[in-house]
Nanobody, 133 residues
Framework: EVQIVESGGGLVQAGGSLRLSCATS????????IGWFRQAPGEAREGVSC????????YYAESVKGRFTISSDNAKKMVYLQMDILKPEDTAVYYC??????????????????????????WGQGTQVTVSS
């Protein structure tokens, strides 16, 4: 059974930091792309960052580049999203997702400048991040 569980969300002041964690099980972690998406109230879900743990290839949305860092612990099958210099516009529910297309999803995002939701097969329930001004 595939499980993806996010944690680490919360309330933080603008300029602060949070680290989100994504615990995974039930699929071939090394072969999957792992991505973070977010959805603010009334808005479409958007891709924030993704990575391929085996190659270290990463992608960041322009809105978070230089402020967010994605990383993984392959032995634990965990993915993290370190979020620094948080802004009120970062407020959203953050989702972790895994995609079987693997590296293709990363290179596709790098080429297109956007992550594609349908390339991700498994999703967590999300964790709320609220940034106050």
């Amino acid at each position: 059974e595939v499980q993806i569980v996010e944690s680490g969300g919360g309330l933080v002041q603008a300029g602060g930091s949070l680290r989100l964690s994504c615990a995974t099980s039930g699929f071939a972690f090394d072969a999957y792309a792992i991505g973070w998406f977010r959805q603010a109230p009334g808005e479409a879900r958007e891709g924030v960052s993704c990575m391929m743990s085996t190659s270290g290839s990463t992608y960041y949305a322009e809105s978070v580049k230089g402020r967010f860092t994605i990383s993984s612990d392959n032995a634990k099958k965990m993915v993290y999203l370190q979020m620094d210099i948080l802004k009120p516009e970062d407020t959203a529910v953050y989702y972790c997702a895994a995609g079987a297309q693997g590296l293709h999803s990363i290179t596709h995002a790098q080429a297109m400048g956007v992550m594609t939701e349908y390339e991700y097969d498994y999703w967590g329930q999300g964790t709320q991040v609220t940034v106050s001004s």
